[in-house]
């Protein structure tokens, strides 16, 4: 499952402009998106991923993703580095 892929990870960025810098820059291995994120930003980091050859996963809230991430708080988004 995605969020054990993101607690294991040994390079995490947290949250969407992150995110889109680092697959931008192709420092991205996978992203990995919340289920309940808003719909416009998930389209957007959906198409930059595609645009990139960026693999994209998803999980079912924000709250365990931000957890997975060790942040008390949801997160929308968590990328995976090279």
């Known amino acids: 499952m995605s969020y054990e892929k993101v607690k294991n990870a040994k390079s995490l960025l947290i949250g969407a402009k992150q995110s889109k810098k680092a697959i931008q820059q192709g420092k991205a291995r996978e992203v990995v998106i919340a289920e309940d994120a808003d ?3 998930k389209q957007s980091l959906i198409q930059i991923c595609r645009n990139h050859g960026v693999a994209v996963s ?3 809230s924000m709250q365990g993703l931000g957890k997975a991430c060790g942040i008390d708080v949801g ?8």
């Open 75 to 82: 997160a929308a988004t968590a990328t995976i580095l090279e």
């Open 39 to 41: 719909g416009q930003l």
């Open 58 to 60: 998803y999980v079912d």
